[in-house]
């Protein structure tokens, strides 16, 4: 039973932990750099509504 | 230029690239000193070229202050100066953490670490310089100065010094030509990565740059002076 549940997360998690789990780090990478740049993008929208009163 | 959006987009792109590409791309074994530690090439090294060419622009801006006493030339200048010494902050940690790990120490004395450590102290004094300085246009006409020459102490202190002794860092004595021009010490494949890199960077400097710009014209603007 427990072997099955196992094989069965391995199987769920998939891309994940091949390769040494080097894809979920590019993963949280990624997702670091993506809110970075939203917020960033997010100020520089406040400014220009600044810049137009 | 300022508000444009297309670059904006690019540095997105080219960054996202650079975080997936560059954990997956195959890189050189060599030695096996490094192993996959040689993929903070694509992170740490483009912080010292986005510093670089930052620094490079906030010297432009000096020299056009003083031939025009535009404050506004001032205002760019300050702003650039002030996201290439973020990147060179970064590029410093980041060597100290790689070195940590890589040379046994954060650090060693390298010559390039300790030529890197001058050259953000001299650009350090350009903010104390500022922060001292009240009357605005003394104080954009004495920091343009010091500006030209803080620049030109990182002909000495990053490129010419560390490359007459022995450094750990490529490009030292004995090692063949200037890694900062002869590309072709790098695997083409690292290269895919790295100069895209090192773009999406600065454009993000720059981004940043541009947005310190903006807010210090709208406080001029509000304070009557321009």
């Known amino acids: 039973m427990i072997q099955l549940l196992e094989t069965q997360i391995a199987s769920n998690e998939g891309i994940m932990v091949q390769s040494g789990k080097i894809y979920l780090v590019m993963t ?3 997702i670091i750099l993506i809110g970075l740049f939203i917020y960033v993008a997010s100020i520089d929208k406040k400014i220009t509504q600044l810049e137009k009163k | 230029m300022l508000r444009a959006k297309w670059w904006k987009v690019l540095s997105f ?3 996202l690239y650079t975080c997936t590409y560059g954990f997956l791309v ?3 074994r060599l030695d096996d000193r490094m192993k996959e530690s040689i993929r903070n090439f694509f992170f740490h090294v483009p912080m010292w070229f986005g510093m670089m060419i930052l620094l490079f622009v906030s010297l432009v801006y000096a020299i056009k202050y003083l031939k025009s006493g535009d404050l506004v030339h001032d205002v760019y200048s300050f702003a650039f100066a002030s996201m290439g010494l973020v ?11 790689w070195a940590n790990y890589q040379w046994g120490s954060p650090w060693v004395g390298d010559p390039k670490q300790n030529g890197a450590a001058i050259a953000l102290l001299i650009y350090f004094a350009y903010f104390v310089l500022r922060g001292s300085l009240l009357d605005i246009e003394k104080r954009a006409r004495l ?3 010091y500006n030209i020459f803080s620049f030109f102490m990182l002909f000495p202190t990053l490129w010419i010094l560390p490359r007459l002794t022995e450094s750990l860092h490529p490009g030292g004595q004995g090692s063949d030509g200037n890694p900062g021009i002869n590309g072709k010490d790098m695997s083409s494949n690292m290269r895919t990565v790295f100069y895209p890199a090192v773009i999406g960077w600065t454009l993000l400097g720059v981004w940043i740059s541009t947005i310190r710009i903006r807010i210090q014209l709208l406080q001029l603007k509000k304070d009557g002076l321009l």
């Open chain 2, 13 to 15: 792109v080219l960054l």
């Open chain 2, 26 to 28: 195959k890189v050189p």
């Open chain 2, 143 to 145: 920091s343009a100065v």
């Open chain 2, 87 to 97: 990147f060179g902050t970064l590029g410093i940690i980041t060597g100290a953490v």
């Open chain 1, 28 to 30: 949280i990478v990624s």
